[in-house]
């Protein structure tokens, strides 16, 4: 690498200022360092493959140019696959100026990733021009990719915060219901054996169990005197009681927000019936959303295996049977099928999250 670059010292107005350039080289022409002035880049000058090899390898440039008099030569070629192969070089616009019309050697420096490529003798304003559109085009595609992590950061601050707040509100709806304890983490995790028991992806039984979570959140507008009650519901209260599901669903709906959206579903039809004996909407069937099904199982189920003033706790085995006897009546038996498919999981997350019993 040792040619010249032959052309008068020239000007142009161009916006490749401050850019950091590297040229491999052997002798670099002095006219073509003049004509690099006049970009006002930042020039550095690496004599031959090796040292660009070493001081490339891990410091970003604007562009690296590497000028290769002989055309027979592959070195030049070689020298772009080996800055492609390393991580700073990867995508670094590199500007080939060869020695004749030697197209093997062309051929293969495009296919180890080259830039583009220019032939001795080079008139310094084309390089000047080339230089100036491949340093422009790397500086887009640097900004496009800080757009992009930007994005992609204030995408993932967004659902953090939005799951931060809806941990906030299950806080708020287990400090008001005092028999929760556990129960919405097990609700949660039935819910991910369930959906997972379905087929359903990892991400989609996850945000279900998350929004579970929220399922009784519409208990915050039920007086404390039928909420705390130790006995058993009057009628009346019983259907004030009912209400949780429709106000939760108003606390909910209408937001921008999928988990949200999902949570307010499920606020909604959990007491629903797949015989469409159940409240608030009567609804039947496929008509219930998938996550009002799915939670349906399981906090009937947990409700079950939990002690209340008014009732035992049910041992496993006999809530488990509960659900299969009630499977297409009261539960959509898909979501039975897929309960009973997981039992191991679930008695392994009951063991590890025991429901309390009722102080005496
Ligand atoms: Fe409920
Ligand atoms: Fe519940």
Redesign the pocket.
């Known amino acids: 690498m040792s040619g010249a670059v032959r052309g008068e010292i020239f000007c142009m107005a161009t916006d490749a200022g401050n850019a950091h350039v590297a040229i491999v080289s052997a002798a670099m022409p002095f006219h073509l360092v003049a004509t690099l002035h006049h970009l006002a880049c930042a020039v550095r000058l690496l004599d031959g493959a090796s040292s660009a090899v070493a001081e490339l390898g891990e410091q970003p440039v604007d562009l690296i140019l590497i000028e290769d008099d002989d055309p027979t030569d592959p070195g030049g070629a070689r020298l772009v696959a080996t800055l492609r192969g390393s991580r700073a070089q990867a995508r670094t616009p590199i500007l080939l100026i060869t020695a004749g019309d030697a197209r093997i050697v062309r051929a293969t420096a495009v296919a180890a990733g080259l830039s583009d490529v220019m032939v001795h003798p080079v008139d310094p304003f084309d390089l000047c021009l080339r230089m100036n559109n491949l340093i422009a085009l790397a500086r887009s595609r640097r900004a496009a990719e800080r757009q992009a992590r930007n994005a992609a950061q204030a995408v993932a601050e967004a659902a953090a915060r939005e799951r931060e707040i809806i941990r906030r509100l299950m806080l708020a709806a287990e400090f008001r219901d005092d028999q929760a304890g556990d129960h919405l983490t097990r609700v949660a995790g039935c819910a991910i054996a369930i959906a997972e028991g379905l087929g359903l992806s990892e991400e989609e039984a996850n945000d279900i169990a998350f929004a579970s979570t929220m399922?009784?959140i519409g208990?915050l507008s039920i007086p404390d005197s039928i909420l705390m009650k130790p006995a058993p519901l009057t009628e009346i209260e019983r259907e004030e009681m009912k209400q949780?599901?429709l106000r939760g669903y108003r606390m909910l709906t209408d937001s921008p927000s999928h988990l949200l959206q999902l949570a307010s579903d499920i606020a909604l039809t959990?007491?629903e019936r797949w015989d469409g004996a159940g409240y608030p909407q009567g609804l039947k069937g496929a008509e219930i959303p998938l996550a009002g099904r799915i939670i349906a199982v399981a906090?009937v189920f947990d409700a079950l295996i939990s002690e209340r003033v008014y009732k035992k706790a049910w041992p496993l085995e006999q809530a488990r049977a509960h659900l299969e006897a009630q499977a297409g009546s009261h539960f959509d038996p898909a979501c039975v099928a897929a309960f009973v498919s997981r039992w191991a999981d679930i008695v392994t997350l009951i063991r590890e999250h025991r429901p309390a019993a009722v102080a005496a």
Do not use: G, N, R
């Open positions: 399922h009784d208990k949780h599901a959990h007491h906090d």
